[in-house]
């Protein structure tokens, strides 16, 4: 599985658009990158994923660019309860989607 | 989205004596569950997968008869902790995968366990 680099903190503020960057630099064909967000003793939730260009829903947008070896996931207009933290994943094919291997993640602190 | 719930939601016990925590899928079935450990400030590290009706395959490092894992049904998975010593203490966390839910992982609440 492709290994993930991403900052390990972010500081913002409320109403700020926030923008963090995950490299991967040996992302397979049959990979997916996928970004969850954790609260302190919450199990981690999904927040968005995607294979190529640009994948949108109700709380966030994912770029990645053609050559797939980086991505970013933008939050809109963050507000106090978006601080978290942040986890991008390389979610394969090739193992059926059956193993997800998270990395230090990034931890977004929202200030007023 | 799809719930995945876990029980306890914490455990306090003594040295050597054994932990259950189950996961549960509540609103679909779950053809492969998942026990994560989480240590305070770090990244959750996965310990092993279970597919319903067979052994667990377990990560390296992670010892299987200490963290002996069930997966009865479709909607149940066992996590026990035996013979339990401080170190054991962290956060567990299940997840879940199942049909019609393409590529995505729902996760429990987890559960905090502290041995004393």
């Known amino acids: 599985l492709a290994k993930t680099t991403q900052p390990i903190s972010m500081d913002s503020y409320e109403g700020q658009e926030v923008n963090i960057t995950c490299s991967h630099n040996?992302?397979?064909?049959?990979?997916?990158i996928t970004w969850y967000q954790q609260f302190p003793s919450q199990g981690p939730r999904f927040i968005i994923q995607g294979y190529k260009t640009k994948v949108t829903n109700e709380v966030a947008s994912l770029f990645i660019p053609a050559d797939r070896k980086s991505s970013t996931l933008s939050l809109p207009r963050v507000s106090l309860s978006d601080t978290a933290v942040y986890y991008c994943l390389v979610d394969s094919m090739n193992t059926g989607f059956q193993k997800l291997v998270f990395g230090t993640g990034t931890r977004l602190l929202v200030s007023p | 989205g799809a719930v995945v719930s876990q029980h306890p939601s914490w455990v306090i016990c003594k040295s050597g004596t054994s932990v259950k925590i189950e996961c549960r899928s509540l609103?679909?079935?779950?053809?492969?569950m998942f026990w994560y450990r989480q240590f305070p400030k770090q990244s959750l590290m996965l310990m092993a997968t279970s597919n319903e009706g067979s052994k667990a395959t377990y990560e390296q490092g992670v010892e299987k008869d200490k963290f002996l894992i069930n997966h009865a049904s479709l909607t149940l998975s066992t996590l026990t902790v035996t013979s339990a010593h401080p170190e054991d203490s962290s956060f567990y966390i299940c997840?879940?995968?199942?049909?019609?839910?393409?590529?995505?992982?729902?996760f429990g609440p987890g559960t905090r366990l502290t041995v004393l």
């Open positions: 997840s879940a995968r199942g049909l019609g839910f393409y590529n995505e992982q729902f």
């Open positions: 040996n992302i397979a064909t049959n990979d997916y």
């Open positions: 609103d679909f079935q779950a053809t492969t």
